[in-house]
């Protein structure tokens, strides 16, 4: 490793150290409004829904709709499973699986 490449190593820790570290040090005394740790329930599934759908329906930047996109094949089989069981892993694994089985289908 050249040392350059420590410099930007070090400079990337303290970036995020500085960035999360004042929060984290006043968590505890600081009290959040109800509304608003009502509201930060709602980041999880809305940052993996920002990052899941345009990998399920974008194809060479084209919107991909149909029963030819296995990614969305696969999705619609792992909602389906993931509403009807409530299991992550049955979830994955069946996804996965018709996915991979379209895929090589199509």
Request: net charge positive.
């Amino acid at each position: 490793m050249t040392i350059s490449e420590v410099q930007l190593i070090t400079g990337m820790v303290l970036v995020t150290f500085l960035m999360r570290y004042p929060l984290l040090a006043v968590s505890g005394r600081v009290q959040l409004p109800p509304r608003l740790l009502q509201a930060l329930n709602y980041v999880p599934p809305a940052v993996l829904t920002a990052i899941v759908v345009p990998i399920v329906l974008v194809e060479n930047d084209q919107l991909w709709l149909g029963w030819g996109n296995p990614r969305l094949v696969g999705a619609i089989a792992a909602v389906a499973v993931g509403l009807w069981r409530q299991q992550l892993g049955l979830t994955i694994v069946v996804g996965m699986g018709v996915f991979l089985l379209w895929q090589a289908l199509g």
